[in-house]
């Protein structure tokens, strides 16, 4: 498994701002992923990190509300952008080796309430 | 139809007895599958994985997998209170990296 931690664990933000997350990695690893977990719901990927090209988002996000930045293989930031209430949520991000037979692990998550 | 689908419970169980969580998915392809744990305000935690046909054991916790059913399935036994959480299904659809959740079940196990 590996260690992973995020800052900030949690922020309670006004309406317009935005927030960078910081994922970092005990280890070097392929693939990083970004979710978002609503209250009371799943996880929900936002998009796919890979180091020295861009990140891949999934159907309903977008790089301008998400922006990602993967600068090596440690290391991965999310912006929330001009957040709203609406953005209010656990992010969470997850690493694995990018190989079929590899297990994802989680970090602790950020806490994100929006004002 | 959604992708992995799950019964959000709450599953109640008297401690001592083995609970039994269901999980199905709709493309045949998937290829993985895993069950984490989450308590409240915690981030998921892997519990098990299973990629071939039949049942696999590893202490109180055995996955079943059927793929032609698209089934899979988590048996924790002599459930304890401290395996009360959310348990959730995910699955990985061929070569992608990328994991789909249910929704997730959610377990009581009372004294």
């Known amino acids: 498994s590996a260690v992973i931690s995020q800052k900030p664990s949690r922020d309670i933000c006004q309406r317009g701002t935005s927030l960078t997350i910081q994922c970092q990695v005990d280890?070097?690893?392929?693939?990083m992923f970004w979710y978002r977990q609503q209250p009371g719901q799943s996880l929900t990927l936002i998009a796919t990190?890979?180091?020295?090209?861009?990140?891949?988002?999934e159907s309903g996000f977008v790089i301008d509300k998400f922006p990602i930045s993967r600068p090596n293989l440690t290391f991965s930031t999310l912006t929330v952008s001009n957040m709203s209430p609406e953005d209010s949520s656990i992010y969470l991000c997850s690493v694995d080796r990018g190989q079929i037979t590899d297990t994802q692990y989680f970090g602790p998550g950020t806490r994100l309430t929006v004002l | 139809q959604k992708e992995v689908e799950q019964n959000s419970g709450p599953l109640s169980v008297p401690e001592g007895a083995i609970a039994s969580l269901n999980c199905t998915y709709s493309d045949r392809g998937s290829q993985s599958f895993f069950w984490y744990r989450q308590y409240s305000g915690k981030s998921p935690e892997l519990i098990m994985f299973i990629y071939s046909n039949g049942d696999k054991e590893d202490g109180r916790f055995t996955a079943q997998l059927n793929k032609a059913s698209q089934y899979v399935s988590l048996l924790i036994r002599d459930s304890q209170p401290s395996d009360s959480a959310t348990y959730l299904c995910?699955?990985?659809?061929?070569?992608?990296?990328?994991?789909?959740f249910g929704t997730g079940t959610r377990l009581q196990v009372t004294l």
């Open positions: 995910a699955v990985r659809t061929g070569t992608a990296s990328k994991l789909t």
């Open positions: 990190a890979n180091q020295g090209s861009e990140a891949t988002y």
């Open positions: 280890s070097q690893v392929t693939m």
